[in-house]
């Protein structure tokens, strides 16, 4: 190793990173000034995107590589999908078994206050090592479940919907909502009877 004397000729090691952050700033200041404008060519106008029955959802961690970035996760309401009559819709869920579920799923990106109607199904794929190939046999899957729900050979009327899975559920959150029918009638403030209402409204600012 060779050693020489210091002449008060550089910089210490904390100079040297003040330095290479500020070349940094330069450097992308200068790709600002003269790069940016460049992608003028490329801009689109912007057009509203057609109302589509599908939800995708997906997971990122901040550009970091993950498994579980590959993952695609697809809701749907059975009544926004393209089925022909009620006989339909019923083979659909029968089709669907467990990821047909009454309410929104949990983290679906469905608001609370939609109608439930049929219920909605999800369904999930990570198989794959890139996303389009998750999100595309998850189309796929789709397309098999409403051309067979559509297939009027059999529509299994006589079958009863297997509602298991979501009282099973049910009961795993301990909410008591499994009770007296819950499951599919939750009560909300609309159920109260407005015959128990006061004729005229009473002020919260009237003395006891």
């Not at 409403?146 to 099973?168: C, L, M, W």
């Amino acid at each position: 190793m060779l050693d020489y004397d210091f002449d008060d000729d550089d910089t210490t090691s904390a100079g040297h990173l003040m330095l290479r952050e500020q070349r940094q700033t330069l450097h992308y200041l200068r790709l600002i000034e003269h790069e940016m404008p460049k992608l003028v060519a490329y801009r689109k106008l912007f057009v509203v995107p057609e109302n589509s029955p599908l939800i995708v959802r997906s997971l990122e961690y901040g550009g970091e590589d993950h498994p579980a970035t590959s993952k695609r996760v697809v809701v749907a309401a059975v009544d926004d999908l393209p089925l022909t009559n009620e006989h339909s819709v019923h083979k659909f869920k029968l089709l669907a078994g467990p990821r047909w579920s009454l309410r929104p799923p949990t983290n679906s990106g469905v608001s609370d206050l939609k109608p439930w109607g049929n219920g909605f199904i999800k369904i999930s794929c990570e198989d794959f090592l890139h996303p389009a190939q998750n999100l595309k046999w998850i189309s796929d899957t789709f397309d098999r479940l409403i051309g067979e729900a559509n297939n009027k050979k059999d529509t299994f009327k006589d079958v009863p919907q297997d509602v298991r899975h979501i009282y099973s559920a049910t009961r795993k959150a301990k909410r008591g909502e499994h009770l007296r029918g819950r499951v599919h009638a939750r009560p909300t403030i609309r159920d109260f009877p407005r015959e128990w209402l006061p004729d005229q409204p009473i002020s919260s600012s009237r003395s006891m």
